[in-house]
């Protein structure tokens, strides 16, 4: 039993892609945060699947909601962080980006993405600053061979 439930829970998109009544991510990720309204990863399943179809408001929203439940998920800002520099919000995005990294302060790429996001705001020395404190960064991480800050995956 444990292995089944295991299983279930690793595979429960492709388990729900295969129901007839599936339609979308939306259709799933919409009744999750409706079956388990305290369930942080349901919000940001739902706030990615809107932000992928460029839902912006509501993908903020319902992130914001996601970082509420639980403050310490390093993607949920990253990917407000990047939601919010696509509306052009860009203190916000900073602000996102500075939450994720005060729970991970030395990752390569939120450091890459803030200094990318100071660029559009028009904070070029903030910037430099940000973007060398990154290329620093990784070059430590490549002499320790530390492979897990080199994502700059959002959605």
């Keep these: 039993?444990?292995?089944a439930i295991a299983f279930i829970a690793t595979n429960s998109h492709a388990v729900w892609k295969a129901n007839p009544a599936y339609k979308s991510d939306?259709?799933?990720y919409t009744r999750r945060v409706?079956?388990?309204p305290?369930?942080?990863q349901g919000y940001y399943?739902?706030?990615?699947?809107?932000?992928?179809?460029?839902?912006y408001t509501p993908a903020i929203k319902t992130l914001e909601k996601s970082a509420e439940l639980y403050p310490y998920h390093i993607k949920t800002y990253k990917?407000?962080?990047?939601?919010?520099t696509q509306v052009g919000k860009f203190d916000d995005?900073?602000?996102s980006l500075n939450r994720a990294l005060t729970i991970e302060p030395n990752q390569y790429a939120l450091l890459q993405m803030k200094g990318t996001v100071l660029v559009k705001a028009g904070r070029v020395d903030d910037a430099i600053v940000t973007l060398e404190q990154s290329v620093a960064t990784l070059a430590s991480c490549l002499l320790r061979n530390e492979r897990r800050y080199f994502s700059n995956e959002v959605f």
């Design 34 to 36: 409706t079956d388990a």
């Design 38 to 40: 305290n369930d942080f």
């Design 45 to 55: 399943n739902l706030g990615t699947a809107l932000a992928a179809q460029k839902y």
């Design 93 to 95: 995005a900073i602000r």
């Design 26 to 28: 939306y259709t799933i």
């Design 1 to 3: 039993p444990a292995f």
């Design 79 to 84: 990917n407000l962080g990047f939601i919010y």
